[in-house]
């Protein structure tokens, strides 16, 4: 064997030497590795501002001015009531209004009177009967509530009263009938707009979650 072929032998085993060395010492990668961060990365990115915990209740925002005297009521509300939602209230406060209004229209207030104060609920059946002894009937069809919006709101600290005005405009049919069910006011086919500014009032923090009507205007 010839000095050049031996050479080339001793150098190949010399190469294997030094990779199964690196090899121990390095380990083996196998697909994608990231490399390592640098110990010396530069500073977090970190936001520039302060977090601000708190801030005012959307859920009194949306519906009246932040820091209003209604605001503070509603919030007061609240604070007495921690499960109160004004949103949840004025949502309910829709179906109360169709319901009130049309037990009206129909003459029988027996199944909304929970929902009435004494003096509305005196007011209402004395145009009920009023209505009945001149022989007319009304009837309506209630089509929608097109808008709610929260006037204003009151509390007593020393009662834990809260009041809430709302502001509806409603949607309807009526007419009006003698006691011949002939129509003498109104159109069965045309949808008049109403507008009613109601208040209603609740002891904060009672066992009753239910609302009263104590005033209606427009």
Excluded: C
């Amino acid at each position: 064997m010839s000095s050049s072929i031996i050479q080339l032998l001793v150098l190949a085993g010399i190469a294997v030497f030094l990779i199964l060395r690196l090899r121990s010492v390095l380990g083996t990668r196998e697909g994608f590795e990231k490399p390592p961060e640098s110990p010396t990365a530069g500073p977090s990115r970190r936001p520039e501002f302060d977090v601000i915990e708190g801030g005012p209740d959307l859920d009194i925002a949306d519906h009246v001015d932040d820091g209003s005297v209604s605001a503070k009521a509603l919030a007061a509300m609240k604070m007495a009531e921690p499960g109160f939602n004004v949103g949840t209230f004025l949502e309910g406060s829709k179906g109360a209004y169709e319901m009130i209004l049309m037990a009206f229209e129909n003459g029988d207030l027996s199944e909304v009177e929970g929902f009435l104060s004494d003096d509305l609920r005196e007011a209402f059946q004395s145009v009920i009967d009023e209505r009945n002894e001149k022989g007319l009937t009304i009837s309506a069809e209630f089509v929608g509530v097109r808008e709610v919006i929260l006037k204003e709101a009151e509390f007593d600290r020393g009662t834990s009263e809260g009041e809430v005005t709302v502001r509806f405009l409603a949607e309807l049919t009526s007419v009006v009938k003698n006691a011949e069910g002939e129509i003498i006011e109104g159109d069965p086919t045309e949808i008049k707009r109403q507008k009613d500014i109601w208040t209603f009032a609740r002891t904060m923090g009672a066992d009753d979650p239910n609302w009263q009507l104590v005033a209606t205007g427009e």
